[in-house]
T-cell receptor, first 113, second 113 residues
Framework: SAVISQKPSRDICQRGTSLTIQCQVD?????MFWYRQQPGQSLTLIAT?????????ESGFVIDKFPISRPNLTFSTLTVSNMSPEDSSIYLC??????????FGPGTRLTVT | GEDVEQSLFLSVREGDSSVINCTYT??????LYWYKQEPGAGLQLLTY?????DMKQDQRLTVLLNKKDKHLSLRIADTQTGDSAIYFC?????????????FGTGTRLTVIP
């Protein structure tokens, strides 16, 4: 299995600001994803982070709000832009390991005031 | 469409067995997963099963898959207080790309000492 770390683990941000979340994997992986988990809810896929090209966004998520970078096969960032209280969530990155099984990072808990 | 359902809560006494159930609607599921989320933490992959299997056992965990009824269950033998967490089932489907996971609502397991 892959070892995944995320920074920061949690943050409290003011409305209108932006936060960049980092995801680091201990091995090279092809597939990397970003999910959102709103309070008391299940997980929703935001986008697939593609190395060397633009991310692929799911319905309801746009690049202007959630820009993603994937500079290499071990690292990705997700930015939550122009935040509002509705963006308060846990943001998780995941990677596909052996046997096409998906592993998750510890998550970043974001609170927007 | 992709619709994964779970009951929201389950309480068991320490030492008893827990059975967490999940139903899904898409018959083209390729992989089915169980993840555990402890308070304030990310998702931990517990186990997974390929859609061409009907049972998988891993120490205290037993996964049963009934493809005809589209029903997945996770049995935890000798449940311990450390098993208290939210358990998510998830499915991936070939037609959407096997890396796109669809999650259930999660079942909050409470173990009573």
């Amino acid at each position: 299995s892959a070892v995944i770390s995320q920074k920061p683990s949690r943050d409290i941000c003011q409305r209108g600001t932006s936060l960049t979340i980092q995801c680091q994997v201990d091995s090279q992986v092809t597939m990397m994803f970003w999910y959102r988990q709103q309070p008391g809810q299940s997980l929703t896929l935001i986008a697939t982070a593609n190395q060397g090209s633009e991310a692929t966004y799911e319905s309801g998520f746009v690049i202007d709000k959630f820009p993603i970078s994937r500079p290499n096969l071990t690292f990705s960032t997700l930015t939550v832009s122009n935040m509002s209280p509705e963006d308060s969530s846990i943001y998780l990155c995941s990677v596909v390991g052996g046997e096409r099984v998906q592993y998750f990072g510890p998550g970043t808990r974001l609170t927007v005031t | 469409g992709e619709d994964v359902e779970q009951s929201l809560f389950l309480s068991v006494r320490e030492g008893d067995s827990s059975v967490i159930n999940c139903t899904y609607t898409d018959s083209s599921s390729t992989y089915l997963y169980w993840y555990k989320q402890e308070p304030g933490a990310g998702l931990q992959l517990l186990t997974y099963i390929f859609s061409n299997m009907d049972m998988k056992q891993d120490q205290r965990l037993t996964v049963l898959l009934n493809k005809k009824d589209k029903h997945l269950s996770l049995r935890i033998a000798d449940t311990q207080t450390g098993d208290s967490a939210i358990y998510f089932c998830a499915e991936s489907m070939e037609r959407t790309g096997a890396n796109n996971l669809f999650f259930g609502t999660g079942t909050r397991l409470t173990v009573i000492p």
